[in-house]
């Protein structure tokens, strides 16, 4: 896929969340890399690059203080190349990337992937 698809793709990933959502995001930088660095396998302990979708860096909102306040901007990653290996056409690939920008976004507000797993796991029972 296109470099400029991909992008209107995660751009409508973001437009679809909740205002109020939207409205919270702050200070906060998305960008696309084609794939993982190495450095950012390692300290996640993930061995294979295809195996990462999306990262969030930054201080968590639950986590933020108004004595030590957030210079840098939180980012948000969405590596294209292994979402793309998962999916076989764009019609897979459009709710891969709403479900990689959701994740990561839910770690801006705190959300910890273990708490993703439940939320999901009740969903799958409903």
């Known amino acids: 896929m296109e470099r ?3 992008q209107e793709l995660v751009l409508e990933a ?15 930088v998305i960008v696309i890399e084609d794939w993982p660095s190495p450095a950012q396998l390692a300290g996640l302990g993930i061995r294979r690059r295809r195996d ?3 990262l969030y860096q930054g201080v968590p909102l639950t986590k933020r203080s108004i004595w030590q306040p957030t ?8 590596f294209q190349k292994p979402i793309e290996m998962r999916c076989s056409s764009e ?6 990337i709403q479900e ?3 994740h990561e976004i839910a770690h801006y507000f705190g959300i910890s992937d273990k708490r993703l ?10």
């Open 71 to 78: 210079e840098l901007p939180n980012k948000i990653t969405i």
């Open 117 to 126: 797993r439940e939320i999901r796991a009740m969903r799958e029972e409903q």
């Open 4 to 6: 400029e698809r991909f």
């Open 14 to 28: 973001l437009e679809s969340l909740p205002r109020e959502f939207q409205e919270r995001l702050e200070n906060i």
């Open 100 to 102: 990689t920008v959701r």
């Open 52 to 54: 990462l979708l999306g």
């Open 91 to 96: 019609k897979e690939i459009v709710p891969k």
